[in-house]
């Protein structure tokens, strides 16, 4: 007779019980640092074989300045090759360094390094390589930040950094700066930062991706180069809501996503509201592409391609609020080459941030060289739903297959001399308040209808259908 006895079947019972009890507990510990089973595999294999912060004499919730004691945590962890785990609490703390091999992980919303003051930074680190920051808070507390520095955490020459599930609040300056950096800043949130809320220069294979940014004072996230080049930072799936302008200025700042001498850079699946200015503005950034973003509620342009860039790729994008929809601009600076297309704007003011009322406001879509416009719908554009050059800065545009809809006048294409050609067809364009397609010379109107361009040898406009 084969079987287990009854001691052999409660053995077994007891040891799967177990099992399965310190499974459950593992697993249920990682999902409360991380909120998602991924995230709790990955946090298992971060804090194997850890240094627990408290057993190096580390004191959460201490009153006094922890400094030394946490830079030495620090640089014993990575002298051992392992991670550093911070229990929840608050430490006082300023001019932290990390060097390579930084691995730190905290309770996500309740491990607090709070910035004592004192001229420095919170945190830096410059040229090393793999420094990895995960579900810590770093709290600028509103204090001042010497002038050597440009954020509450500043790295500079940082390769593959990874900032994961952290928050950065309260900087009296911009909240995270990067220079020259690879890696990736993801699922982290920074507000209430007196400039920018993440800020990165030079980048080298950079990725910020699923953050949320809100309630800063200049701008939301920077991709600046100080020359122009490559870049190739990845900006994808971020929160940017709120973002003032306090330094004024005609779009230099208040910014949801700035794109300045930037190559290659990708704007995808943001969701942008608010900004004083932009929700995108891409300044001399050539080849970025700008695609399916929801942009809300813009003071000024809402999205931007200006200056000396060569190609844009601009489709795929909800604009609900602005002055302009989308702008791809300044041929006479060599802004050109630019493909716009399937985007749906909408609810547009011809009022601007800044005085006096500036005329040009209240257009759906505005471009100038090298640009195919198509498939786009444009509803109650206060003044042109499409505007076709700027005087004589016009080449090889094409409007094509577009729903321009209760515009106060649906097209205007530029007739000044020395303009070049533009090809206007089978659009619809219904419900306009003066005109439907028209000629322009900068913003006074120069034709009637333009059902026959006889006159204009550098139009062609065939196959429009006009509804009242």
Avoid at 125 to 148: K, P, Q, W, Y
Avoid at 350 to 379: H, L, S, W
Wanted: glycine share 14%.
């Amino acid at each position: 007779m084969t079987g287990f006895s009854g001691r052999h079947r409660s053995n077994l019972s007891r040891r799967a019980f177990l099992r399965g009890t310190l499974l459950a507990t593992a697993a249920g510990t990682a999902l409360s640092l991380t909120g998602t089973a991924a995230g709790a595999a990955i946090q298992i294999a971060d804090l194997r074989g850890s240094m627990d912060a408290s057993e190096l004499g580390l004191v959460p919730n201490s009153s006094t300045d922890q400094t030394t004691l946490f830079q030495r945590a620090i640089n014993r962890a990575v002298k051992k090759g392992r991670a550093l785990f911070l229990p929840a609490g608050n430490y006082p703390v300023a001019n932290l360094r990390f060097p390579s091999g930084t691995l730190i992980v905290g309770v996500p919303g309740r491990t607090r390094l709070i910035y004592q003051g004192g001229g420095g930074l919170l945190a830096t680190a410059e040229g090393v390589s793999n420094v990895s920051l995960s579900g810590l808070t770093f709290d600028g507390a509103n204090r001042t930040i010497g002038d050597h520095t440009e954020g509450l955490l500043h790295f500079v020459g940082v390769r593959e950094i990874s900032l994961t599930d952290c928050a950065i609040t309260g900087s009296a300056k911009s909240g995270l700066v990067l220079d020259r950096c690879s890696g990736r800043v993801s699922v982290c949130t920074v507000t209430g930062a007196a400039e920018a809320a993440i800020r990165s220069n030079e980048a080298d294979g950079l990725q910020i991706t699923d953050n949320v940014v809100s309630d800063c004072a200049n701008g939301g996230i920077w991709v600046h180069r100080w020359k122009k080049g490559e870049d190739g930072t990845l900006v994808s799936g971020n929160r940017v809501e709120r973002i003032g302008a306090k330094y004024g200025g005609t779009g230099q700042w208040g910014n949801g996503i700035n794109v300045f001498r930037a190559d290659g850079v990708v704007i995808s699946n943001n969701r942008i509201a608010d900004c004083a200015f932009s929700a995108i503005r891409s300044n001399t950034g050539s080849n970025v592409q700008i695609i399916g973003n929801s942009c809300l509620r813009s003071g000024e342009v809402a999205i931007y391609s200006e200056f000396a860039f060569q190609g844009a790729l601009i489709a795929n994008n909800l604009i609900d609020g602005g002055t302009t929809g989308i702008s791809i601009a300044n041929f006479m600076d060599g802004g050109r080459l630019a493909v716009c297309s399937g985007n749906l704007i909408r609810n547009l003011s011809a009022r601007g941030p800044y005085p006096p009322e500036v005329a040009g406001f209240g257009i759906g879509i505005a471009a100038e060289a090298d640009t195919t416009i198509t498939g786009n719908v444009i509803e109650g554009a206060p003044r042109f739903g499409l505007l076709l050059g700027w005087g004589p800065y016009m080449r090889n545009i094409v409007a094509s297959q577009n729903v321009l809809r209760s515009c106060d006048t649906g097209i205007a294409v530029t007739v000044v001399e020395g303009a070049g050609s533009a090809v206007i067809s089978n659009n619809v364009v219904q419900g306009s308040q003066k005109d439907s397609i028209v000629g322009y010379r900068w913003l006074d109107k120069a034709t009637r209808e333009l059902n026959d361009t006889r006159d204009w040898s550098h139009l062609s406009v065939m196959g429009n259908q006009v509804a009242v």
